[in-house]
Each structure stands twice: as C-alpha cells, then as structure tokens.
C-alpha cells in the first residue's frame, strides 16, 4: 500500500522579484491591516448602530466576516512567503489552508445570493418585505450559509486527505489553491475533481444564475418607475452590492470557470491577489463610502467616542 511521502510543501511565491521583496511586503501588510480595520468597523458599526439593525447591514456585516476569515488564511503565510523569497508548509496545513479558503468563498457566493434576493424583495415587492424578510428568515439564511458551504468543503477536504501525494512537492502559488494541489497528487483524483465540480455548480454557478435572475427582475422593475428621480433611488439601494458582486465573480469565473490555457503563472497569481486581497479590501469600502446611513453612524460613533475621551 502506497503512502504518502510528501510531508512538506514548497510555495515558490513571487519568484525573482529580488529587490521589490520588501515593497511587495509592505505593501501588502498595510492592505491586511486596512482590510482587517474596514471589516471589523463595519461589523462595530452594524452591532451598535440601531438605525443599522436591518436585513441589508446585517447581511452586510456577514460579508465583512467572510472576508476577514479569508483574507487571514492567506495573507499571514504569504507575507512571510514574500519576506523569505519562498516557503514551506506541512501537507495537513496546505489542505486545511485550501479548505478554509474554498470555505470562505463559497459562504461569500451564497450570501451574494441572498444579498440579491434581499434587493429583488425590496426593490420588486416592497410591501410584503418586512414579513418576507423577517429576523427569523434571515438568521435561518445565515445558518444555511454556513452549514452548506462548511459541510461540503469539508467533503472536498476528506477527499483529498484521502489522496496518495509521493510526487514533486513544490508549487509555484502563494497559498494552496485547488490545482496546484490536486498537481501533486500520485493516486486517481477523479472522485475529487467529480465533487468539486458539483460542489461548483452548488456554491458558485446557482447562487450566480440566482443573482442573474434577481437583477433581472429588479431591472425590469426600475425602467418601470415613471420619475427618473424615483428610478435613481432605486437603483441606488443595490449599486453597491451589485458593484461587489462584479468584482467577486469577475475575478472568481475568471481563475475558476474560464479555461486558463495560455494564462501565464504571473496572471493567475495576479487574478488570485485580486480576489483574495483586493476583494476584502474594497467591500467594505465599496458598502460604506456612499451610505449615508453607514456615514452617519461613524459620525455617531466617534461624536460618542469624543465626548467620552
């Protein structure tokens, strides 16, 4: 019986960058440390703001946990990656930093989703919204998010504890994405390509034909509005969510779904930087910058803060 003779992965990194180390380091430190600050005042500002205590914020905050969780799977490992022009980790940490990153991911796609429902109620039938979108649906939401994804990552994960690796045991990536793992592989992973795929079309093609089709309605909805005043705010209410989600599938479907053949290694590394460091980055910004609502609660907030110090 074959077992495993990889203990230790190499991750290459960023090769050859040489002087630009300590730049790409920095820089990549202060955006973890930006990203970290923006998602952790949204999720502040949510649980303490009373005029924040909707559906839309709730969901909102629930995106700021999402990214936090992902950014730090990868980020951490990468910056010393970065510092030390390569590095390595045990074989049972690459598959755990794979599985909380899908993880992560998939409970962003399904929450876009319901983000998107939410808009569709609001937008398309704002008079059953409040009974439709109650506490209760919305926590069950929540729930669902996090069971679906966790259960059927972790599927993903067995399955690959369960792979034969005695082959190459470098990968030239910054963190353990799916096919450069599955590379180093010397047994049949035909059951984990199998489940992944379906896993695929669960957690990233429905919740995206969700969205599609929620848009859909919510477009042909607005057109209809006779005042283009009254068209501009509703619009307004789901820019934000819609800009996220542009962002998030158009960097995901890009690595993901699109057939990569010709894609250098510098583009797939720059495409997985975008969504897995800009991405958390920007959503907090993308929510808060242009919401009144979230502007007037920080304004709240530090006034508090002020008159306390």
């Not at 002087?19 to 998602?39: E, K, R, S, V």
């Not at 946990?65 to 990868?74: A, K, R, S, V």
């Not at 506490?135 to 669902?144: D, W």
């Not at 429905?206 to 009254?230: D, H």
Request: aromatic share 12%; net charge neutral.
């Amino acid at each position: 019986m074959h077992k495993n003779n990889i203990t230790v992965v190499v991750l290459l990194g960023f090769q050859g960058l040489h002087d630009f180390n300590i730049l790409l380091f920095l820089l990549l430190f202060i955006i973890y440390g930006l990203t970290l600050l923006g998602n952790m005042i949204i999720i502040s500002l949510v649980s303490l703001s009373k005029n924040l205590h909707s559906p839309m914020y709730f969901f909102i905050a629930q995106v700021s946990i999402f990214d936090i969780l992902l950014t730090t799977d990868i980020v951490p490992n990468m910056l010393s990656i970065i510092i030390n022009e390569g590095g390595t980790i045990s074989l049972q940490s690459c598959i755990a930093q794979f599985f909380l990153f899908a993880d992560a991911e998939a409970m962003e796609c399904l929450l876009l989703a319901v983000m998107s429902y939410d808009r569709y109620l609001a937008i398309c039938n704002p008079f059953h919204y409040s009974a439709l979108m109650s506490p209760m649906f919305c926590l069950k939401s929540i729930i669902f998010t996090w069971l679906l994804s966790f259960v059927m990552t972790l599927s993903d994960a067995i399955a690959t504890c369960n792979l034969i690796f005695c082959g190459n045991n470098v990968i030239d990536h910054f963190f353990c994405d799916f096919t450069p793992l599955m590379g180093l592989a010397c047994s049949d992973a035909s059951i984990v390509h199998v489940q992944t795929f379906l896993f695929c079309i669960v957690v990233i093609i429905c919740p995206f034909v969700t969205i599609v089709v929620s848009y859909i309605c919510i477009v042909y909805t607005i057109v209809r509005i006779p005042s283009i005043t009254g068209r501009k705010k509703a619009f307004s209410t789901c820019s934000s969510h819609l800009t996220v989600v542009c962002l998030f599938y158009g960097a995901l479907l890009s690595v993901y779904v699109v057939p990569t053949v010709g894609h250098s290694l510098i583009i797939n590394k720059v495409l997985a930087l975008f969504y897995t460091v800009m991405t958390p980055l920007l959503n907090p910004v993308i929510y808060s910058l242009r919401n009144q609502d979230f502007l007037k609660a920080f304004r709240n907030r530090r006034h508090r803060f002020n008159q306390k110090f």
